[in-house]
């Protein structure tokens, strides 16, 4: 049976109340990304950005997954074959909703990053500027979360499933933002069938063979049984 590998962007958990950069009055209307999602900007005001995510990290702790989440795990509970979920969030809806092995390119807002020696530990709920490395004892501590001009996670691992993919969907992406936004290329260039689920068109929306527009809660629990039904 088909690799179903599927990317996830900030539109799955939308509805579980985390907003995406678009949303009016959410966090990140708030602030600039220059100014907390990205190296300079830690540099520049690191009490600004510990504090953002500190309220983000916050923000996440309170949400649930919703009916999206909880398809896509029955998906690969229940598909023949295997299923890759890939996301570009920071929360842990989609382990929160069933769901294994998720490969969170941009890391995690349960995660700390020692910014001198690379070590990884779980984040506490308020992260302090200085706060010192349990390894190396530096005050190099950051969010385990990958900024803007800096590389993703896991990409070789994510371009060999996409390169041995059946099926690709790409679920609540803007695609505006690479090396995601060039998954559903990679994804063609193998021969998979290519779904886009969203709100509203995404910028490589005519890359996909196939288009579904409306809520995550509703689309993806619809394509998660009409694919499990035709595996029987």
């Given amino acids: 049976m088909e690799k179903i590998v599927i990317?996830?962007?900030?539109?799955?958990?939308?509805?579980?109340?985390?907003?995406?950069?678009?949303?009016?009055?959410?966090?990140?209307?708030?602030?600039?990304?220059e100014d907390v999602a990205t190296p300079e900007g830690f540099a520049r005001?690191?009490?600004?950005?510990?504090?953002?995510?500190?309220?983000?990290?916050a923000q996440a702790a309170g949400a649930r997954p919703n009916a999206a989440h909880e398809a896509?795990?029955?998906?690969?509970?229940?598909?023949?074959?295997?299923?890759?979920?890939?996301?570009?969030?920071?929360?842990?809806l989609h382990e929160a909703g069933g769901a294994d092995g998720v490969l969170h390119m941009h890391g995690t807002l349960s995660g700390a990053l020692c910014g001198a020696c690379g070590h990884r530990w779980v984040a506490p709920e308020e992260m302090a500027v200085g706060e010192p490395c349990p390894a190396c004892a530096r005050p190099a501590a950051r969010p385990d979360v990958?900024?803007?001009?800096?590389?993703?996670?896991?990409?070789?691992?994510?371009?060999?499933?996409l390169s041995g993919?059946?099926?690709?969907?790409?679920?609540?992406?803007?695609?505006?933002?690479?090396?995601?936004a060039g998954f559903v290329e990679e994804a063609r260039q193998a021969g998979a069938h290519c779904v886009e689920m969203s709100l509203e068109p995404s910028a490589v929306v005519t890359r996909f063979h196939?288009?579904?527009?409306?809520?995550?809660?509703?689309?993806?629990?619809?394509?998660?049984?009409?694919?499990?039904?035709?595996?029987?």
């Avoid at 990958?146 to 499933?161: C, L, R, T």
């Fill in 45 to 57: 005001d690191p009490a600004l950005v510990q504090g953002f995510y500190n309220a983000r990290r």
């Fill in 72 to 92: 896509l795990a029955r998906l690969q509970r229940d598909w023949p074959g295997e299923v890759v979920i890939v996301t570009q969030n920071v929360d842990a």
């Fill in 146 to 161: 990958v900024w803007f001009g800096e590389m993703p996670y896991y990409m070789d691992e994510i371009f060999a499933h």
């Fill in 210 to 232: 196939e288009t579904r527009q409306g809520r995550a809660t509703e689309t993806v629990p619809a394509w998660v049984a009409e694919l499990l039904e035709r595996a029987g």
């Fill in 7 to 33: 990317l996830t962007g900030a539109g799955i958990s939308a509805e579980s109340g985390l907003g995406t950069f678009r949303d009016e009055g959410g966090l990140w209307s708030q602030h600039r990304i």
């Fill in 165 to 180: 993919a059946g099926i690709f969907a790409a679920i609540g992406t803007s695609g505006q933002v690479y090396p995601a």
